[in-house]
Nanobody
């Protein structure tokens, strides 16, 4: 499975961004897709995930501000981010998990929120 992210950038606090991640390869093995982020000096953390059945899981810090969506016809997962805060600044990584509990990662896309 290969994952390619896009959509990061610089935005002012309170603004919005949408990240996209396109999956290719053995996508029929994917059980869930999602987004993680890593800020400088911090560990990578879960942002949001969605299973093939549509069950979602969000970090408490983004609930009500971020929405994860999947377009299975396009093999794409999106992260709609709103009411952005400087503390949302991080490299955002797309993730896919297959039926063997193997994780796949994209190359990451930088999101910077200025105050």
């Amino acid at each position: 499975v290969q994952l390619v992210e896009s959509g990061g950038g610089l935005v002012q606090a309170g603004g919005s961004l949408r990240l996209s991640c396109v999956a290719s390869g053995t996508i029929f093995t994917i059980n869930a897709m999602g987004w993680y982020r890593q800020a400088p000096g911090k560990q990578r953390e879960l942002v949001a995930t969605m299973t093939n059945g549509g069950r979602t899981n969000y970090a408490d810090s983004v609930k009500g501000r971020f929405t994860i969506q999947r377009d299975n016809a396009k093999n794409t997962v999106y992260l709609q981010m709103g009411s952005l805060k400087p503390e949302d600044t991080a490299v955002y990584y797309c993730n896919a998990e297959d039926g063997y509990n193997t994780d796949y990662w994209g190359q990451g896309t930088q999101v910077t929120v200025s105050s």
